[in-house]
């Protein structure tokens, strides 16, 4: 967690393929393994699972989510 | 779903011609057809229905859904 | 329904100058028929009507739509 | 109203000097005369009045609305 | 009140120096003399009072207002 | 006050280095002395204080504010 | 705090590697080590814990926030 970012974007690109947390607006909480993203935030998750108050909701394997509705992404340390 | 994409909207591509859930800000879903889609996350849907609360309230044909509206677009799987 | 449309505005090219759905943010729908759209899903409806909860509220005539309020625009089926 | 407009803002410009409804985000609904207007869909009224619930709240002459307030503009029938 | 406006700012323009009432989201309402605009509507005014329910609340001199929460601009009639 | 301002940036070039009010949107309110801001109103203020209901809530020294959350910056009169 | 900054980003740039206070809109609040900040403002804190009414509720390690969330960046005073 040391390791020397330049540009926000440098922490979802080291993020790829790792399990992250997603928050979006309206209190909707996503984890999933980070596929891609784009300049925008847009993101794709694998193995996504919607989250509300610490219970997984809804299992729904591959998302696209919009990156204006993101508040925060977080990825899982290990 | 092991595949590789690269970007996000390649997500998108991969899903066209088959079945998505969509969500939109203000509780509203859709699933249907992706027909189309473009950079702004404007999609096509065919054969779409709305669903509140896990039930269908409408069976819609063909839907236009503007971009900004999304939160959420996930394929269904196989 | 099974043409081919490329890009989500080619679905409202086919739409022009028959009967749409137009649902808008804060639950407003307007019937009409499509008779102009722009990139930025400005849209005119000619003999507009407004409905709320299935019942038509007000007949308006030629309407212009600003885009960013525009949720979903479904052309009606034949 | 069966002439052949192009282009949403050419619905606007046929209603430049007549009377027109505007409907606001927030339920707020101005008459008057559309004076001027631009891409922004900014626009100017003259002789304006303000509805509210179909009762005329307020009369305050020219008037200067900004275009990402605005849902709808419906020029008055004639 | 018939002079030739072109667009929009042209209103704004003729009312520099001139007594103003300004509307915001949220119900937040300005008079003050119009001292300067720029093309995304932010706004200076001079001699500015903030009203509430027709009352005056805050008497403040100089205001910087940010074009985006500005809902209409309305010049006094003279 | 009655010096001649040109542009509305030019107002927050005159207040730099002297106490401002700056509302933002949801009712919060800062007072500092205003050190920078550039095109899009981002802004920096020293010795800045968070107020609400005309209390001291918060002192805060040296804080950046987003320019998309703020309604009204207005110079102290002296 | 009395050294001269030009623009807002360089008040993000000195508190770089520094604890900060971040806002977001809804009352969410982060604390954290600013680790990286890009034009759009968003931002990497590392070390974060978010806080609500003065309580920490959650330890998250390094976060990505965008900028488009935040209302207000504080640098921890010394």
Redesign the interface.
């Known amino acids: ?1 040391a390791d020397e ?8 690109n080291e993020a790829k393929g790792k399990s992250v ?1 997603v928050e ?3 209190g ?1 909480q996503f984890m999933g393994t980070l ?4 300049i925008h ?4 998750l ?1 193995n ?1 699972q919607e989250n509300r108050g610490g219970e997984v909701i809804r299992k ?16 899982s ?1 290990q």
């Open positions: 967690m970012i330049q540009r926000p974007l440098d922490t979802l947390l979006l607006k309206g909707i596929r891609a993203f784009d935030i847009n993101i794709v694998d996504a729904l394997g591959r998302v696209f989510i919009r990156g204006d509705t993101i508040i925060m992404i977080s990825p340390e």
